[in-house]
T-cell receptor, first 112, second 113 residues
Framework: GEDVEQSLFLSVREGDSSVINCTYT??????LYWYKQEPGAGLQLLTY?????DMKQDQRLTVLLNKKDKHLSLRIADTQTGDSAIYFC????????????FGTGTLLAVQP | DSGVTQTPKHLITATGQRVTLRCSPR?????VYWYQQSLDQGLQFLIQ???????AKGNILERFSAQQFPDLHSELNLSSLELGDSALYFC????????????FGPGTRLTVL
């Protein structure tokens, strides 16, 4: 199947770390992605990880990939109110980078 | 601003009608993707065009069709509209066929009454 699943909602306090989780199904996915969608806007690519990596860090963002369990997570350090948005993970289905399967999205609410 | 433009921003129409959504990719991008975002289906890939040719197809209904023109803008045609077609339709563009980075437009919100 092509299901990519995420928890629906996460609430954190400003300054705390946020961890958004995702499970995917296609073991042949070459790349896995995290996108951010702010209210009324399109999706913005935050980061991606190649399937042969376990971890990728980019400033406040850390992506962890557990390929055995098909589990992907996004950690946002020092979460700010501006990080409030919906976060989507996506996998490149069938190894093809042009066909992305998106998760259900996690709404991150950051409380001041 | 991603550089991808979509028109119209909002569209309200009736069941059975036909509409056309338009997308202009970022300058220089050859690949255009269409996605549908709805509450029950989430974000679904519909179709990809590259330099005027269809390259990948997702969950696109037969009532829907798309094309990419020589100037690289793209149109998504939705016909025999049903209530369930109400959704946000996003266009995205990328420089090449398999670019990792994809730039999304602001979307067209379609409401079918």
């Amino acid at each position: 199947g092509e299901d990519v699943e995420q928890s629906l909602f996460l609430s954190v306090r400003e300054g705390d770390s946020s961890v958004i989780n995702c499970t995917y199904t296609d073991s042949s996915s070459t790349y896995l992605y995290w996108y951010k969608q702010e209210p009324g806007a399109g999706l913005q690519l935050l980061t991606y990880i190649f399937s042969n990596m376990d971890m990728k860090q980019d400033q406040r963002l850390t992506v962890l990939l557990n390929k055995k369990d098909k589990h992907l997570s996004l950690r946002i350090a020092d979460t700010q109110t501006g990080d409030s948005a919906i976060y989507f993970c996506a996998e490149s289905y069938g190894g093809a980078t042009n066909k992305l399967i998106f998760g259900t999205g996690t709404l991150l609410a950051v409380q001041p | 601003d991603s550089g991808v433009t979509q028109t119209p921003k909002h569209l309200i129409t009736a069941t059975g009608q036909r509409v056309t959504l338009r997308c202009s990719p970022r300058s220089g991008d050859l690949s255009v993707y269409w996605y549908q975002q709805s509450l029950d289906q989430g974000l679904q890939f519909l179709i990809q065009y590259y330099n005027g040719e269809e390259r990948a197809k997702g969950n696109i209904l037969e009532r829907f069709s798309a094309q990419q023109f020589p100037d690289l803008h793209s149109e998504l045609n939705l016909s025999s509209l049903e209530l369930g077609d109400s959704a946000l339709y996003f266009c995205a563009s990328s420089a090449s066929l398999d670019s990792l980075d994809r730039f999304f437009g602001p979307g067209t919100r379609l409401t079918v009454l």
